[in-house]
């Protein structure tokens, strides 16, 4: 609708042509229409995925992580990289929100609410890694600082640990406001559009009494602008401080000045991929392509690129400082880890990380959705291989040869790890049901991109004048509950 | 308040900013713009300041980054002083992350907070909201400075600018 975007260089960023009603209509549809069978049986299966997992994680709970893979050498493996893992993924959702916001790339905003939800999933799926690592979970209250009686003896302030505490839960949390916030007025849309009920009643009271009012859009405004501001650095601080959980130990093959960066990169790297697979698939199920468009995917596919390429300029500089430090334990980490006993994983990790992202140059491949699924899978699946490398293959073998060892994964942590996988979709599918996945308010304002000033709905002004007394100004005052006058097919 | 409001609908972004500031420079009381999307100029045609919630943010970013910084100072250099390898145990350079963490915490929180309460936002508020505005309509309603009547100069006006209807009410929350 905005008339400030004439350039015929601009391609629209809805393909069809929309009016803003059947925006909300087709927006609003998935949600107020009874599942298809195909939800069912996915929501089926992430369900058992789901109740298995917590089977298995009560299992270890209330026998010890000693039924874990773990030795004395490899402390950290599989529960580790399946934190930094739903960590990383975690981080392009408020890329999306926060950082493209601050670009003003408006082509975010019909895929920032979905990757947001995707975001905060993720974070709880890596969440429940550390919790579960504690052994005893239920004092997991132990890492917050508060008065006790045992000193008081407070929590270590010095550990990457503690920070890292700090950064996932205020990212969770803001995260989460910043979703809520940017949810608010399409709640509101869903309330005005429901039938007295459950749903009318549930929305009433979560849109927070929104009416759309201009002197609150423009307060709304200035607050996502400046939780996008807030969001941004929080965003790039949360992976440095994962990676300082490695970077500031001193073990050969993390203690490298390069991994804020390098984490940073990879998080959004595995992030994009798995915003593209929900994406992709979210897509087609709900008939979006117009919404999600080729071009969405194909901005994102660029993004992989370049933070691919960062992300083999870690790999590269990682083994580059390895042997120009002339530190005799670096290179012997980083030989070991091309060469040794798990270089199968590392060159996983090359092929999907550093090789398979450059297809993307090819617009054929950037164009056809389903080649960016399956590399998408191919990134995730690399990306987390990187983790698994850098963890497990600088532990196993330490500075003295006698303790060296090997890790293989039990079924209790395949299982865990799967189980969480579980979680993320049991959580997404119940997402597209009962939320407007794709921002409306936001939708709206960019319907008229490049298209031409041509307003969508014209009516000749004046129109349904003849039908009342001009001045209505004088009629007696109407006090109508205006609550329920909001369906379409009652007159206005 | 029970002084009648005059409310004129509209069908698109373009008359309903015309409109907006037709209404506004002949100089009738603008209650409230309602639009089912943030309208980008909309601000000036009302003739909005712009928020001051900034201040609340960088006041809740610097009340967090303050608490932080005093409470990793006095736990670990008054409460209780741990010796490492006789490092300094005021070891600034680590209390870094966390308090950056909290400024965060504290300045997103305290906008957000700000914002529910000065827009009078919270659960179970009754508010009522005009048809169509939070779907494909527009609406702007103007209160009337003196006598009601001033009103059919303002329905008028909305009209010449592509008002699809118009209606009167009591009174609306803005």
Not at chain 1, 291 to 307: A, F, S
Not at chain 1, 319 to 330: H, K, L, M, Q, R
Not at chain 2, 36 to 53: C, E, F, N, Q
């Amino acid at each position: 609708m905005s008339h400030q975007h004439l350039s015929s260089l601009r391609e629209p960023l809805v393909t069809e042509p929309r009016t803003l009603g059947q925006l909300t209509e087709e927006i609003c549809a998935p949600m107020e229409r009874p599942p298809t069978w195909k939800w069912w049986v996915a929501f089926g299966i992430a369900v058992a995925v789901l109740g298995t997992g917590a089977g298995i994680v009560g299992y270890q709970v209330a026998t010890g992580i000693g039924v874990w893979g773990l030795n004395k050498t490899i402390g950290w493996a599989f529960d580790i990289t399946n934190f930094v893992f739903w960590v990383g993924i975690g981080h392009a959702g408020t890329l999306i929100s926060a950082i493209l916001f601050l670009f003003r790339q408006k082509w975010r905003t019909s895929i920032n609410r979905a990757a947001e939800a995707m975001t905060l999933f993720a974070v709880m799926c890596a969440a429940l890694f550390p919790v579960i690592h504690m052994g005893r979970p239920w004092l997991a209250f132990w890492v917050m600082p508060y008065p006790n009686d045992r000193g008081s003896l407070w929590v270590n302030f010095r550990s990457p640990l503690l920070w890292d505490v700090f950064a996932i839960s205020t990212y969770f949390t803001v995260s989460a406001v910043f979703w809520y916030v940017g949810l608010i007025p399409d709640l509101a849309t869903v309330r005005d559009r429901a039938k007295a009920g459950l749903r009318k009643a549930v929305f009433k009271v979560m849109s927070l009494g929104w009416t759309g009012s201009h002197r609150t859009w423009s307060r709304y405004e200035t607050v996502y602008l400046l939780l996008a501001g807030l969001a941004t650095p929080l965003v790039l601080s949360v992976h440095t401080i994962v990676s300082m959980d490695f970077a500031t130990s001193v073990i050969p093959g993390w203690h490298t000045t390069i991994f804020p960066p390098y984490f940073v990169a990879g998080a959004v790297f595995s992030g994009f991929a798995m915003v593209l697979t929900l994406m992709i698939i979210t897509r087609v199920v709900l008939g979006y392509e117009h919404l999600i468009t080729l071009r969405h995917l194909e901005n994102m596919t660029k993004i992989i690129i370049v933070t691919g390429g960062l992300v083999s300029l870690a790999y590269a500089t990682e083994f580059f400082i390895a042997w120009y430090s002339g530190n005799p334990y670096e290179r012997f980490a980083f030989m070991n880890r091309a060469f040794g006993p798990y270089a199968w994983a590392y060159w996983i990790m090359v092929t999907c990380n550093v090789v398979s992202p450059h297809l993307f140059w090819f617009k054929k491949i950037r164009t056809s959705p389903a080649a960016i699924f399956a590399l998408s899978l191919v990134i995730n699946v690399g990306m987390w291989f990187e983790r698994f490398v850098i963890i497990v293959t600088s532990l196993h073998r330490d500075f003295l040869p006698s303790s060296w060892a090997m890790y293989t994964p039990t079924m209790v942590e395949v299982g865990t790890f799967i189980g969480t996988f579980g979680l993320f979709f049991t959580l997404f599918l119940l997402f597209v049901r009962v939320l407007p996945i794709i921002s409306i308010g936001e939708v709206k304002s960019v319907l008229g991109f490049a298209r031409d000033g041509h307003e969508a709905p014209q009516h000749p002004p004046a129109k349904p004048v003849a039908e009342e007394p001009h001045p209505v100004a004088h009629r007696p005052v109407a006090a109508v509950p205006l609550a329920i006058a909001t369906r379409k097919d009652a007159p206005v | 308040m029970s002084a009648p409001v005059l409310i004129g609908y509209f069908d698109s972004e373009a008359q309903v900013l015309d409109a907006t500031r037709a209404v506004r420079e002949a100089g009738f009381v603008l209650h409230d713009v309602y639009t089912p999307y943030a309208v980008h100029g909309l601000d000036d045609a009302m003739g909005l300041k712009p928020s001051r919630l900034t201040w609340v943010c960088f006041g809740g970013g610097l009340l967090g980054c303050t608490l932080a910084l005093s409470l990793q100072l006095y736990t670990s250099v008054v409460s209780w002083p741990l010796n490492v390898g006789g490092k300094p145990f005021n070891s600034f350079p680590a209390f870094i992350p966390v308090s950056f963490e909290l400024t965060v915490l504290f300045a997103a929180l305290s906008t957000v907070a700000a914002f529910l309460l000065r827009a009078k936002l919270f659960p179970g508020s009754r508010r009522s909201v005009l048809p169509r505005v939070t779907d494909d309509r527009f609406a702007i309603a103007v209160a009337p400075r003196e006598a009601p009547s001033e009103l059919d100069a303002a329905e008028d006006l909305m009209r010449r600018h592509g008002a699809v209807a118009t209606d009167l009410l009591e009174e609306v929350a803005s």
